[in-house]
Protein backbone atom coordinates (compact mmCIF):
# COMPACT_ATOMS: atom_id res chain seq x y z
CA UNK A 1 0.00 0.00 0.00
CA UNK A 2 1.33 3.70 -0.25
CA UNK A 3 1.04 6.50 1.60
CA UNK A 4 -0.87 9.68 -0.39
CA UNK A 5 -0.95 13.63 -0.17
CA UNK A 6 -2.90 16.01 -1.28
CA UNK A 7 -1.34 19.73 -1.38
CA UNK A 8 -4.05 22.11 -2.57
CA UNK A 9 -2.27 25.16 -2.73
CA UNK A 10 1.00 26.97 -2.17
CA UNK A 11 2.06 25.88 0.89
CA UNK A 12 3.49 22.69 2.50
CA UNK A 13 1.84 19.92 4.09
CA UNK A 14 2.46 17.20 5.91
CA UNK A 15 2.13 13.52 4.44
CA UNK A 16 -0.62 11.64 6.66
CA UNK A 17 -0.22 7.91 6.48
CA UNK A 18 -2.86 5.49 6.25
CA UNK A 19 -2.94 2.24 8.23
CA UNK A 20 -0.71 -0.67 6.81
CA UNK A 21 1.08 1.25 3.91
CA UNK A 22 4.66 2.13 3.54
CA UNK A 23 6.23 5.06 2.77
CA UNK A 24 5.23 5.88 -1.36
CA UNK A 25 4.33 9.51 -1.72
CA UNK A 26 0.78 10.13 -4.14
CA UNK A 27 0.61 13.45 -5.20
CA UNK A 28 -1.94 15.87 -6.89
CA UNK A 29 -0.49 19.04 -8.96
CA UNK A 30 -3.64 21.55 -8.49
CA UNK A 31 -1.60 23.30 -11.89
CA UNK A 32 -1.11 20.21 -13.76
CA UNK A 33 -2.43 20.18 -17.26
CA UNK A 34 -3.95 16.55 -17.18
CA UNK A 35 -7.34 16.52 -15.29
CA UNK A 36 -7.43 14.34 -11.66
CA UNK A 37 -8.33 11.21 -13.00
CA UNK A 38 -5.48 11.22 -15.30
CA UNK A 39 -2.87 12.47 -12.74
CA UNK A 40 -3.85 9.38 -10.82
CA UNK A 41 -3.31 6.84 -13.18
CA UNK A 42 -0.25 8.51 -14.33
CA UNK A 43 1.62 8.31 -11.21
CA UNK A 44 0.54 4.79 -10.02
CA UNK A 45 1.86 3.94 -13.03
CA UNK A 46 4.67 5.81 -12.10
CA UNK A 47 4.86 3.51 -9.03
CA UNK A 48 3.85 0.24 -10.53
CA UNK A 49 6.34 0.56 -12.65
CA UNK A 50 9.66 2.15 -10.38
CA UNK A 51 8.99 -0.62 -8.27
CA UNK A 52 7.51 1.62 -5.74
CA UNK A 53 4.44 -0.56 -5.55
CA UNK A 54 6.00 -4.35 -5.68
CA UNK A 55 3.09 -7.05 -7.18
CA UNK A 56 0.75 -7.83 -5.05
CA UNK A 57 0.88 -5.22 -2.89
CA UNK A 58 -3.16 -3.88 -2.16
CA UNK A 59 -3.76 -0.23 -2.68
CA UNK A 60 -5.94 1.92 -0.55
CA UNK A 61 -9.84 1.44 -1.40
CA UNK A 62 -11.41 3.99 -3.50
CA UNK A 63 -13.20 5.81 -0.17
CA UNK A 64 -9.62 6.20 1.47
CA UNK A 65 -8.04 7.39 -1.29
CA UNK A 66 -10.53 9.65 -2.50
CA UNK A 67 -11.11 10.76 0.78
CA UNK A 68 -6.91 11.33 1.35
CA UNK A 69 -6.54 13.60 -1.71
CA UNK A 70 -9.94 15.21 -1.40
CA UNK A 71 -11.54 14.17 -4.84
CA UNK A 72 -14.46 12.29 -5.37
CA UNK A 73 -14.16 8.75 -5.10
CA UNK A 74 -16.14 7.88 -8.88
CA UNK A 75 -12.30 9.65 -9.68
CA UNK A 76 -10.84 7.59 -8.29
CA UNK A 77 -12.61 3.84 -9.14
CA UNK A 78 -12.43 5.37 -12.80
CA UNK A 79 -8.83 5.81 -12.35
CA UNK A 80 -8.75 2.00 -10.94
CA UNK A 81 -10.67 0.04 -13.10
CA UNK A 82 -8.80 1.79 -16.41
CA UNK A 83 -5.53 0.81 -14.88
CA UNK A 84 -7.07 -3.12 -14.69
CA UNK A 85 -8.26 -2.52 -18.09
CA UNK A 86 -4.87 -2.50 -19.30
CA UNK A 87 -3.28 -5.42 -16.92
CA UNK A 88 -1.76 -2.89 -14.12
CA UNK A 89 -4.27 -3.39 -11.37
CA UNK A 90 -6.16 -6.68 -10.59
CA UNK A 91 -9.20 -6.62 -8.39
CA UNK A 92 -10.20 -9.41 -6.12
CA UNK A 93 -13.25 -10.09 -4.78
CA UNK A 94 -14.43 -8.38 -1.52
CA UNK A 95 -10.48 -7.40 -1.16
CA UNK A 96 -10.22 -4.55 -3.38
CA UNK A 97 -7.72 -4.00 -6.36
CA UNK A 98 -3.96 -5.32 -6.15
CA UNK A 99 -0.87 -4.87 -8.56
CA UNK A 100 -1.08 -7.41 -10.61
CA UNK A 101 1.93 -10.22 -10.17
CA UNK A 102 2.24 -10.80 -13.71
CA UNK A 103 2.73 -6.76 -14.87
CA UNK A 104 6.27 -7.36 -15.22
CA UNK A 105 6.23 -10.85 -16.76
CA UNK A 106 7.50 -10.69 -20.44
CA UNK A 107 9.20 -7.68 -19.57
CA UNK A 108 13.52 -8.35 -20.83
CA UNK A 109 15.48 -8.35 -18.26
CA UNK A 110 12.82 -9.43 -15.66
CA UNK A 111 13.54 -12.14 -13.07
CA UNK A 112 11.14 -11.64 -9.92
CA UNK A 113 12.00 -8.14 -9.15
CA UNK A 114 10.89 -4.96 -9.95
CA UNK A 115 12.79 -2.36 -11.77
CA UNK A 116 15.02 -0.46 -9.40
CA UNK A 117 15.83 -3.19 -7.16
CA UNK A 118 18.73 -4.68 -8.03
CA UNK A 119 21.99 -4.27 -6.82
CA UNK A 120 24.51 -1.86 -7.96
CA UNK A 121 27.71 -3.62 -10.69
CA UNK A 122 30.40 -3.11 -9.35
CA UNK A 123 31.86 -3.86 -13.45
CA UNK A 124 30.60 -0.91 -14.46
CA UNK A 125 32.56 1.24 -12.18
CA UNK A 126 35.53 -0.04 -13.94
CA UNK A 127 34.36 -0.05 -17.60
CA UNK A 128 33.59 4.11 -17.12
CA UNK A 129 36.74 5.87 -18.57
CA UNK A 130 34.71 9.41 -18.31
CA UNK A 131 32.91 10.79 -15.72
CA UNK A 132 31.15 14.01 -14.74
CA UNK A 133 33.26 15.17 -12.02
CA UNK A 134 32.76 15.56 -8.52
CA UNK A 135 30.54 18.67 -7.38
CA UNK A 136 28.47 19.81 -4.44
CA UNK A 137 25.45 20.81 -6.80
CA UNK A 138 22.98 22.06 -4.28
CA UNK A 139 19.41 20.78 -5.25
CA UNK A 140 15.77 22.75 -4.35
CA UNK A 141 13.10 20.28 -3.73
CA UNK A 142 11.21 19.00 -6.42
CA UNK A 143 8.15 20.83 -4.65
CA UNK A 144 9.69 24.35 -4.49
CA UNK A 145 6.44 25.62 -5.56
CA UNK A 146 4.31 24.26 -2.81
CA UNK A 147 6.41 26.49 -0.20
CA UNK A 148 5.16 29.77 0.74
CA UNK A 149 8.73 31.59 0.43
CA UNK A 150 10.77 30.29 -2.55
CA UNK A 151 13.68 32.90 -2.57
CA UNK A 152 14.96 30.63 -5.51
CA UNK A 153 16.76 32.34 -8.32
CA UNK A 154 16.52 31.31 -12.05
CA UNK A 155 12.93 29.25 -11.18
CA UNK A 156 9.80 31.31 -12.48
CA UNK A 157 6.15 31.43 -10.71
CA UNK A 158 3.61 30.48 -13.27
CA UNK A 159 2.30 34.45 -13.19
CA UNK A 160 4.98 35.10 -15.32
CA UNK A 161 4.82 32.79 -18.04
CA UNK A 162 3.00 34.36 -21.38
CA UNK A 163 1.40 31.34 -21.94
CA UNK A 164 -1.36 32.46 -24.51
CA UNK A 165 1.64 34.16 -26.89
CA UNK A 166 3.77 31.47 -26.72
CA UNK A 167 0.99 28.86 -27.72
CA UNK A 168 0.33 31.64 -30.48
CA UNK A 169 3.57 31.41 -31.84
CA UNK A 170 4.09 27.38 -31.37
CA UNK A 171 0.25 26.93 -33.41
CA UNK A 172 1.83 28.84 -35.94
CA UNK A 173 5.41 27.10 -35.86
CA UNK A 174 3.25 23.66 -36.15
CA UNK A 175 1.56 25.12 -39.37
CA UNK A 176 1.60 22.95 -42.56
CA UNK A 177 3.62 24.94 -44.33
CA UNK A 178 6.02 26.19 -42.43
CA UNK A 179 6.83 22.83 -41.54
CA UNK A 180 7.05 21.80 -44.97
CA UNK A 181 9.70 24.43 -46.38
CA UNK A 182 11.18 25.44 -43.30
CA UNK A 183 11.68 23.29 -39.98
CA UNK A 184 11.35 20.00 -41.95
CA UNK A 185 14.89 20.93 -44.03
CA UNK A 186 17.82 18.40 -43.29
CA UNK A 187 21.03 19.28 -42.66
CA UNK A 188 22.55 21.14 -39.07
CA UNK A 189 22.19 25.15 -40.30
CA UNK A 190 19.65 26.43 -37.58
CA UNK A 191 16.17 27.83 -38.86
CA UNK A 192 17.12 31.26 -40.76
CA UNK A 193 14.41 33.20 -39.30
CA UNK A 194 15.09 32.88 -35.96
CA UNK A 195 19.42 33.66 -36.49
CA UNK A 196 17.89 37.01 -38.04
CA UNK A 197 15.79 37.88 -34.98
CA UNK A 198 18.15 37.34 -32.72
CA UNK A 199 20.49 39.39 -34.99
CA UNK A 200 18.41 42.11 -35.03
CA UNK A 201 16.41 42.24 -32.10
CA UNK A 202 18.30 40.58 -29.14
CA UNK A 203 21.83 41.31 -29.72
CA UNK A 204 21.38 44.88 -30.42
CA UNK A 205 19.45 45.13 -26.93
CA UNK A 206 23.24 44.48 -25.54
CA UNK A 207 25.10 46.66 -28.66
CA UNK A 208 26.39 43.41 -30.40
CA UNK A 209 26.02 43.52 -34.00
CA UNK A 210 26.76 39.96 -35.56
CA UNK A 211 26.57 38.27 -39.01
CA UNK A 212 24.45 35.11 -39.72
CA UNK A 213 27.50 33.38 -40.24
CA UNK A 214 28.58 34.48 -36.37
CA UNK A 215 25.46 32.83 -34.27
CA UNK A 216 24.90 29.46 -33.79
CA UNK A 217 22.11 28.01 -31.78
CA UNK A 218 22.52 25.48 -28.74
CA UNK A 219 20.06 23.62 -26.30
CA UNK A 220 20.78 26.40 -23.23
CA UNK A 221 23.70 27.98 -21.13
CA UNK A 222 25.29 24.54 -20.33
CA UNK A 223 25.39 22.94 -23.83
CA UNK A 224 26.96 26.32 -24.99
CA UNK A 225 29.69 25.86 -22.64
CA UNK A 226 30.11 22.12 -23.32
CA UNK A 227 30.71 22.89 -26.60
CA UNK A 228 33.35 25.44 -26.31
CA UNK A 229 35.14 23.30 -23.91
CA UNK A 230 35.06 20.43 -26.38
CA UNK A 231 36.88 22.98 -28.87
CA UNK A 232 39.08 25.09 -26.86
CA UNK A 233 40.59 23.21 -23.93
CA UNK A 234 42.26 20.07 -22.95
CA UNK A 235 45.12 19.87 -20.20
CA UNK A 236 47.69 22.46 -22.08
CA UNK A 237 45.34 25.23 -21.27
CA UNK A 238 44.81 27.57 -18.40
CA UNK A 239 41.41 29.14 -17.79
CA UNK A 240 40.37 31.78 -15.41
CA UNK A 241 37.12 31.49 -13.75
CA UNK A 242 35.53 33.52 -10.95
CA UNK A 243 35.75 32.33 -7.33
CA UNK A 244 32.79 32.29 -5.96
CA UNK A 245 31.37 31.31 -9.52
CA UNK A 246 29.51 29.14 -11.86
CA UNK A 247 30.15 25.06 -10.07
CA UNK A 248 29.19 23.65 -13.06
CA UNK A 249 31.67 25.78 -15.33
CA UNK A 250 34.25 24.27 -13.44
CA UNK A 251 33.18 20.73 -13.32
CA UNK A 252 33.19 21.12 -17.07
CA UNK A 253 36.99 22.84 -17.01
CA UNK A 254 37.87 19.83 -14.56
CA UNK A 255 36.72 16.72 -16.89
CA UNK A 256 38.81 18.26 -20.09
CA UNK A 257 41.76 18.39 -17.66
CA UNK A 258 42.30 22.05 -18.13
CA UNK A 259 44.40 24.00 -15.51
CA UNK A 260 41.98 26.34 -13.76
CA UNK A 261 42.63 29.67 -12.03
CA UNK A 262 40.33 31.11 -9.66
CA UNK A 263 40.04 34.72 -9.90
CA UNK A 264 38.96 36.36 -6.64
CA UNK A 265 35.59 38.81 -7.32
CA UNK A 266 34.55 41.74 -5.32
CA UNK A 267 32.13 44.51 -5.51
CA UNK A 268 32.89 44.68 -9.27
CA UNK A 269 33.16 41.82 -10.45
CA UNK A 270 36.19 39.72 -10.92
CA UNK A 271 39.65 41.59 -9.85
CA UNK A 272 41.99 41.66 -13.03
CA UNK A 273 44.92 41.78 -11.47
CA UNK A 274 48.57 39.99 -12.49
CA UNK A 275 46.53 36.60 -11.68
CA UNK A 276 44.98 36.56 -14.98
CA UNK A 277 48.39 36.77 -16.99
CA UNK A 278 48.86 32.77 -16.95
CA UNK A 279 45.33 31.99 -18.65
CA UNK A 280 44.54 31.27 -22.00
CA UNK A 281 40.93 31.85 -21.49
CA UNK A 282 38.71 33.99 -19.33
CA UNK A 283 35.26 32.42 -18.23
CA UNK A 284 33.47 35.90 -16.78
CA UNK A 285 29.95 36.86 -15.99
CA UNK A 286 30.28 40.36 -15.78
CA UNK A 287 26.45 41.09 -16.30
CA UNK A 288 25.24 40.17 -12.65
CA UNK A 289 27.94 37.80 -11.56
CA UNK A 290 26.88 34.34 -10.59
CA UNK A 291 26.57 33.85 -8.26
CA UNK A 292 26.91 37.52 -6.06
CA UNK A 293 24.99 39.37 -8.54
CA UNK A 294 27.07 42.15 -8.93
CA UNK A 295 28.05 44.08 -12.27
CA UNK A 296 31.41 44.54 -13.45
CA UNK A 297 31.94 48.21 -14.12
CA UNK A 298 32.90 49.97 -17.55
CA UNK A 299 37.18 50.22 -16.02
CA UNK A 300 37.05 46.93 -15.23
CA UNK A 301 35.71 45.43 -18.39
CA UNK A 302 38.07 47.62 -20.37
CA UNK A 303 40.81 46.73 -18.51
CA UNK A 304 40.01 43.12 -19.31
CA UNK A 305 39.89 43.25 -22.87
CA UNK A 306 42.94 45.03 -23.05
CA UNK A 307 44.77 42.36 -20.81
CA UNK A 308 42.89 40.08 -23.19
CA UNK A 309 44.73 42.28 -26.24
CA UNK A 310 48.35 42.25 -24.81
CA UNK A 311 48.11 38.64 -23.68
CA UNK A 312 46.26 36.85 -26.72
CA UNK A 313 43.95 35.70 -24.46
CA UNK A 314 40.48 34.41 -24.87
CA UNK A 315 37.06 35.67 -23.52
CA UNK A 316 33.85 34.04 -23.09
CA UNK A 317 31.21 36.18 -21.61
CA UNK A 318 28.47 34.45 -20.71
CA UNK A 319 25.35 36.59 -20.49
CA UNK A 320 22.26 34.80 -19.27
CA UNK A 321 21.39 36.55 -16.78
CA UNK A 322 20.82 39.68 -19.10
CA UNK A 323 22.00 42.57 -17.33
CA UNK A 324 18.98 44.81 -16.42
CA UNK A 325 20.16 47.60 -13.74
CA UNK A 326 17.30 49.34 -11.99
CA UNK A 327 20.10 52.21 -10.74
CA UNK A 328 21.86 53.43 -13.88
CA UNK A 329 21.80 52.34 -17.78
CA UNK A 330 23.05 48.63 -18.90
CA UNK A 331 26.65 48.53 -19.60
CA UNK A 332 27.70 47.09 -22.64
CA UNK A 333 28.56 44.09 -23.49
CA UNK A 334 32.21 42.54 -23.64
CA UNK A 335 31.62 41.49 -27.36
CA UNK A 336 30.18 45.07 -28.12
CA UNK A 337 33.32 46.65 -27.22
CA UNK A 338 35.96 43.92 -28.45
CA UNK A 339 37.48 45.46 -31.50
CA UNK A 340 39.84 42.38 -31.98
CA UNK A 341 36.84 39.23 -32.29
CA UNK A 342 38.50 37.48 -29.07
CA UNK A 343 35.53 37.70 -27.35
CA UNK A 344 33.09 34.36 -27.54
CA UNK A 345 29.19 35.79 -26.26
CA UNK A 346 26.96 33.42 -24.64
CA UNK A 347 23.28 33.99 -23.67
CA UNK A 348 19.82 32.77 -24.71
CA UNK A 349 15.92 33.33 -24.74
CA UNK A 350 14.56 33.83 -20.67
CA UNK A 351 13.90 30.35 -18.83
CA UNK A 352 10.84 31.98 -17.47
CA UNK A 353 9.29 31.91 -21.70
CA UNK A 354 8.67 27.81 -21.79
CA UNK A 355 9.87 25.66 -18.86
CA UNK A 356 12.18 23.08 -20.78
CA UNK A 357 12.87 24.95 -23.91
CA UNK A 358 16.60 25.54 -23.18
CA UNK A 359 17.11 27.86 -26.69
CA UNK A 360 20.74 29.47 -26.23
CA UNK A 361 23.13 30.63 -28.31
CA UNK A 362 26.64 31.43 -29.15
CA UNK A 363 28.32 34.51 -31.22
CA UNK A 364 31.57 34.28 -32.39
CA UNK A 365 34.15 35.05 -34.96
CA UNK A 366 32.83 32.70 -37.99
CA UNK A 367 35.50 29.72 -37.85
CA UNK A 368 34.77 29.03 -34.33
CA UNK A 369 30.92 28.92 -35.72
CA UNK A 370 31.63 26.86 -38.44
CA UNK A 371 33.44 23.75 -36.39
CA UNK A 372 31.09 24.17 -33.28
CA UNK A 373 27.98 23.35 -35.74
CA UNK A 374 29.85 20.61 -37.33
CA UNK A 375 30.96 19.21 -33.52
CA UNK A 376 27.06 20.01 -31.88
CA UNK A 377 25.84 18.25 -34.91
CA UNK A 378 28.23 15.01 -33.61
CA UNK A 379 27.08 15.30 -30.12
CA UNK A 380 23.66 16.24 -29.98
CA UNK A 381 22.27 16.89 -33.50
CA UNK A 382 20.27 20.00 -34.20
CA UNK A 383 18.01 21.85 -31.70
CA UNK A 384 14.17 21.21 -32.44
CA UNK A 385 13.99 23.19 -35.96
CA UNK A 386 9.75 23.61 -33.98
CA UNK A 387 11.17 25.38 -31.29
CA UNK A 388 13.05 27.02 -33.40
CA UNK A 389 10.66 28.15 -35.66
CA UNK A 390 8.07 29.20 -32.71
CA UNK A 391 10.36 31.20 -30.88
CA UNK A 392 11.44 33.21 -34.13
CA UNK A 393 7.35 33.92 -34.77
CA UNK A 394 7.54 34.99 -30.29
CA UNK A 395 10.06 37.49 -31.45
CA UNK A 396 8.64 38.77 -34.39
CA UNK A 397 5.23 38.96 -33.70
CA UNK A 398 6.14 41.36 -31.11
CA UNK A 399 5.92 39.68 -28.05
CA UNK A 400 9.28 38.65 -26.95
CA UNK A 401 9.60 42.84 -26.71
CA UNK A 402 6.31 43.14 -24.74
CA UNK A 403 7.17 40.29 -22.50
CA UNK A 404 10.28 41.67 -21.96
CA UNK A 405 9.02 45.11 -20.69
CA UNK A 406 6.99 43.53 -18.58
CA UNK A 407 9.19 41.05 -17.03
CA UNK A 408 11.67 43.87 -16.68
CA UNK A 409 9.45 46.14 -15.06
CA UNK A 410 7.77 42.88 -12.31
CA UNK A 411 11.51 41.89 -11.44
CA UNK A 412 12.00 45.47 -10.77
CA UNK A 413 9.24 45.87 -8.47
CA UNK A 414 9.93 42.34 -6.92
CA UNK A 415 13.91 43.19 -6.45
CA UNK A 416 12.81 46.84 -4.56
CA UNK A 417 10.82 44.81 -2.41
CA UNK A 418 13.40 42.48 -1.55
CA UNK A 419 15.98 45.13 -0.91
CA UNK A 420 13.50 47.36 1.53
CA UNK A 421 12.53 44.73 3.52
CA UNK A 422 16.25 42.98 4.09
CA UNK A 423 16.99 46.78 5.01
CA UNK A 424 13.50 47.22 7.19
CA UNK A 425 14.18 43.87 9.13
CA UNK A 426 18.14 43.94 9.05
CA UNK A 427 18.39 40.81 10.49
CA UNK A 428 21.99 40.85 11.54
CA UNK A 429 23.67 40.40 7.96
CA UNK A 430 24.67 42.98 5.41
CA UNK A 431 24.28 42.76 1.11
CA UNK A 432 26.69 43.06 -1.63
CA UNK A 433 25.84 46.34 -3.84
CA UNK A 434 24.16 45.45 -6.89
CA UNK A 435 22.19 47.69 -8.83
CA UNK A 436 19.80 45.40 -10.75
CA UNK A 437 18.96 41.98 -11.83
CA UNK A 438 17.30 39.21 -9.80
CA UNK A 439 18.96 38.30 -6.77
CA UNK A 440 21.21 39.43 -3.40
CA UNK A 441 24.07 37.75 -2.16
CA UNK A 442 23.89 38.29 1.64
CA UNK A 443 26.44 37.68 3.97
CA UNK A 444 25.93 36.12 7.42
CA UNK A 445 28.09 37.03 10.68
CA UNK A 446 30.59 34.74 11.53
CA UNK A 447 28.44 32.58 14.14
CA UNK A 448 25.86 31.49 11.63
CA UNK A 449 25.90 28.45 9.75
CA UNK A 450 24.59 29.49 6.32
CA UNK A 451 24.00 25.57 5.34
CA UNK A 452 22.46 24.48 8.60
CA UNK A 453 20.50 28.12 8.42
CA UNK A 454 18.68 26.92 5.15
CA UNK A 455 18.05 23.69 6.34
CA UNK A 456 15.83 25.59 9.39
CA UNK A 457 14.71 27.91 6.93
CA UNK A 458 12.85 25.06 4.50
CA UNK A 459 11.21 23.87 7.37
CA UNK A 460 9.49 27.43 7.75
CA UNK A 461 8.58 27.22 4.19
CA UNK A 462 11.51 29.78 3.34
CA UNK A 463 13.84 28.33 0.58
CA UNK A 464 17.07 29.99 0.55
CA UNK A 465 20.79 29.27 -0.97
CA UNK A 466 23.97 28.67 0.96
CA UNK A 467 27.28 29.71 -1.03
CA UNK A 468 29.21 26.24 -0.72
CA UNK A 469 28.41 25.13 -4.08
CA UNK A 470 29.96 28.00 -5.44
CA UNK A 471 33.86 27.75 -3.79
CA UNK A 472 36.09 25.94 -5.96
CA UNK A 473 37.55 24.79 -2.43
CA UNK A 474 36.04 23.04 0.72
CA UNK A 475 35.58 25.27 3.60
CA UNK A 476 36.17 28.40 1.77
CA UNK A 477 32.59 29.80 2.00
CA UNK A 478 32.33 33.48 3.01
CA UNK A 479 29.04 32.26 5.24
CA UNK A 480 26.97 34.24 2.61
CA UNK A 481 23.55 32.93 1.02
CA UNK A 482 21.77 33.79 -2.26
CA UNK A 483 17.80 35.23 -2.40
CA UNK A 484 16.14 35.50 -5.59
CA UNK A 485 12.93 37.12 -6.64
CA UNK A 486 12.09 34.94 -9.77
CA UNK A 487 9.94 32.29 -8.15
CA UNK A 488 8.39 34.54 -5.44
CA UNK A 489 5.58 36.69 -6.02
CA UNK A 490 6.01 40.35 -4.38
CA UNK A 491 3.34 40.35 -1.93
CA UNK A 492 5.01 37.05 0.08
CA UNK A 493 8.50 38.67 -0.18
CA UNK A 494 8.07 41.21 3.60
CA UNK A 495 6.40 38.40 5.09
CA UNK A 496 9.63 35.42 4.16
CA UNK A 497 11.73 38.18 5.22
CA UNK A 498 10.17 38.81 8.49
CA UNK A 499 9.84 35.05 9.14
CA UNK A 500 13.74 34.53 8.10
CA UNK A 501 14.62 37.15 10.44
CA UNK A 502 12.92 35.69 13.26
CA UNK A 503 14.67 32.27 12.63
CA UNK A 504 18.04 33.87 12.56
CA UNK A 505 17.54 35.57 16.04
CA UNK A 506 16.48 32.10 17.35
CA UNK A 507 19.74 30.40 16.13
CA UNK A 508 21.73 33.33 16.80
CA UNK A 509 23.51 32.49 20.36
CA UNK A 510 22.48 35.94 22.00
CA UNK A 511 25.58 37.63 22.84
CA UNK A 512 26.03 41.14 22.35
CA UNK A 513 21.89 41.12 21.30
CA UNK A 514 19.98 42.57 23.56
CA UNK A 515 19.78 45.52 26.00
CA UNK A 516 22.07 45.01 28.83
CA UNK A 517 20.28 45.78 32.40
CA UNK A 518 20.73 48.98 34.02
CA UNK A 519 23.14 49.94 30.98
CA UNK A 520 24.60 53.44 31.67
CA UNK A 521 24.26 54.70 28.16
CA UNK A 522 20.30 54.19 27.51
CA UNK A 523 18.72 57.54 27.29
CA UNK A 524 15.46 58.48 29.18
CA UNK A 525 12.72 60.00 27.13
CA UNK A 526 14.33 63.86 28.03
CA UNK A 527 17.72 63.14 27.34
CA UNK A 528 16.00 61.49 23.99
CA UNK A 529 14.26 64.61 23.08
CA UNK A 530 16.99 67.01 24.25
CA UNK A 531 19.53 64.48 21.78
CA UNK A 532 17.20 64.31 18.76
CA UNK A 533 16.09 68.04 18.17
CA UNK A 534 18.08 69.22 15.85
CA UNK A 535 20.07 66.50 15.19
CA UNK A 536 21.88 64.49 11.67
CA UNK A 537 22.29 60.69 11.71
CA UNK A 538 24.38 59.39 9.31
CA UNK A 539 23.57 55.58 8.33
CA UNK A 540 23.95 52.81 5.62
CA UNK A 541 21.50 50.95 4.31
CA UNK A 542 22.07 47.19 4.50
CA UNK A 543 22.84 47.07 1.29
CA UNK A 544 25.99 49.86 2.10
CA UNK A 545 24.61 52.90 0.01
CA UNK A 546 24.94 55.93 2.50
CA UNK A 547 21.92 57.38 4.33
CA UNK A 548 21.55 61.10 6.26
CA UNK A 549 18.49 61.70 8.48
CA UNK A 550 18.04 65.27 9.70
CA UNK A 551 15.69 65.66 12.96
CA UNK A 552 14.01 69.03 13.20
CA UNK A 553 13.35 70.51 16.69
CA UNK A 554 9.68 70.70 15.47
CA UNK A 555 9.17 66.84 14.70
CA UNK A 556 9.70 66.82 11.32
CA UNK A 557 12.57 64.68 9.58
CA UNK A 558 13.52 64.07 6.36
CA UNK A 559 15.82 61.73 4.82
CA UNK A 560 18.02 61.25 1.87
CA UNK A 561 20.04 58.21 0.56
CA UNK A 562 22.04 56.72 -1.74
CA UNK A 563 25.16 57.92 -3.52
CA UNK A 564 24.08 60.97 -5.28
CA UNK A 565 20.70 61.07 -2.53
CA UNK A 566 18.38 59.49 -5.20
CA UNK A 567 16.33 58.38 -2.57
CA UNK A 568 14.34 61.02 -0.54
CA UNK A 569 11.67 60.75 2.50
CA UNK A 570 9.91 62.95 5.02
CA UNK A 571 8.28 62.25 7.93
CA UNK A 572 7.97 63.34 11.27
CA UNK A 573 9.32 62.12 14.80
CA UNK A 574 9.07 62.12 18.61
CA UNK A 575 9.03 60.73 22.03
CA UNK A 576 6.86 58.46 23.81
CA UNK A 577 7.54 57.48 27.77
CA UNK A 578 11.40 56.76 27.29
CA UNK A 579 10.84 55.49 23.67
CA UNK A 580 12.03 57.64 20.21
CA UNK A 581 9.37 57.14 17.89
CA UNK A 582 9.22 57.64 13.97
CA UNK A 583 7.08 57.46 10.84
CA UNK A 584 8.54 57.71 7.46
CA UNK A 585 5.58 58.47 4.49
CA UNK A 586 6.98 55.95 2.69
CA UNK A 587 10.49 54.33 3.73
CA UNK A 588 9.97 51.54 6.60
CA UNK A 589 6.61 50.88 4.82
CA UNK A 590 5.50 54.11 6.51
CA UNK A 591 4.95 52.11 9.55
CA UNK A 592 5.16 53.88 13.32
CA UNK A 593 8.51 52.44 15.06
CA UNK A 594 9.43 52.53 18.69
CA UNK A 595 13.27 52.12 20.19
CA UNK A 596 15.38 52.74 23.11
CA UNK A 597 18.23 54.55 22.14
CA UNK A 598 21.66 53.94 23.97
CA UNK A 599 24.76 56.46 22.86
CA UNK A 600 28.09 56.29 23.32
CA UNK A 601 30.18 59.48 22.17
CA UNK A 602 28.30 59.88 18.64
CA UNK A 603 27.78 56.08 18.11
CA UNK A 604 23.68 55.18 19.14
CA UNK A 605 22.22 51.81 19.35
CA UNK A 606 18.98 51.27 18.67
CA UNK A 607 16.75 48.34 20.19
CA UNK A 608 13.04 47.18 19.70
CA UNK A 609 10.46 47.29 22.09
CA UNK A 610 11.82 43.56 23.17
CA UNK A 611 15.11 45.57 23.72
CA UNK A 612 16.64 43.61 20.71
CA UNK A 613 19.36 45.57 18.77
CA UNK A 614 18.60 46.71 15.18
CA UNK A 615 20.25 49.32 14.37
CA UNK A 616 23.11 51.49 14.62
CA UNK A 617 24.30 55.10 12.74
CA UNK A 618 26.13 58.01 13.93
CA UNK A 619 24.56 61.24 15.07
CA UNK A 620 25.79 64.72 14.86
CA UNK A 621 23.71 66.62 17.61
CA UNK A 622 22.44 70.14 16.98
CA UNK A 623 25.01 72.73 17.22
CA UNK A 624 25.23 74.95 20.71
CA UNK A 625 23.90 78.25 20.19
CA UNK A 626 26.67 80.91 20.38
CA UNK A 627 26.99 83.16 23.39
CA UNK A 628 26.66 86.57 23.16
Known amino acids: MAVVTF ?24 ESSLNLQSQIRQKLVEGILRGTFPAGTRLPSSRKLAEQLGVARNTVVLAYEQLQ ?3 FLESRERSGFFVNDEIFEGRVGYQGAAPGQRAEDERWQQRIRARAGEGRDFQWPADWQRHPYPFIDGHFDA ?19 VVSEDVAAEGNADDAALIEEIRTKMLPRRGITAGPDEILITLGEQNALYLLALLLVDESVSVAVEDPGNPKMRRILAQKAANII ?7 GMVINSRLD ?27 LKKAAQLDQLIIEDDFEHESNYLGQPHPALRSLDNDNRVIYISGLPKVLAPGLRIGFIVAAPELIREARRLRQLVIGRPSLVNQRTA ?22 RWLALRDALNHYRPNFTTLPTQGGTVFWVLCPEHYNVETLALEAAK ?5 EPDTHYYAAEGKSKNCFRMGVTSIPGERIREGVEKLRELMWELASGEGEFLPEDDPDLLDGESVQALMSGSTWIYKTVYGDPCTFELDADGTMRGRAGHANEERDVGRWWVEDDLWCRQWEHWAYGEVGRFYIAIKGQHLR ?8 VDSAIIHPAAEPQAD
Open 262 to 268: HQPVDEH
Open 159 to 177: SLYPTAQWREANRLALGSR
Open 278 to 304: DADIVYVTPSHQVPTAVTMNTQRRQAL
Open 606 to 613: IYNTQKRI
Open 460 to 464: RGILI
Open 392 to 413: ALFLSLGHYDAFMSRLHHEMHQ
Open 7 to 30: CPGAFPCRPRKLSGVNKALLYLDP
Open 85 to 87: EEG
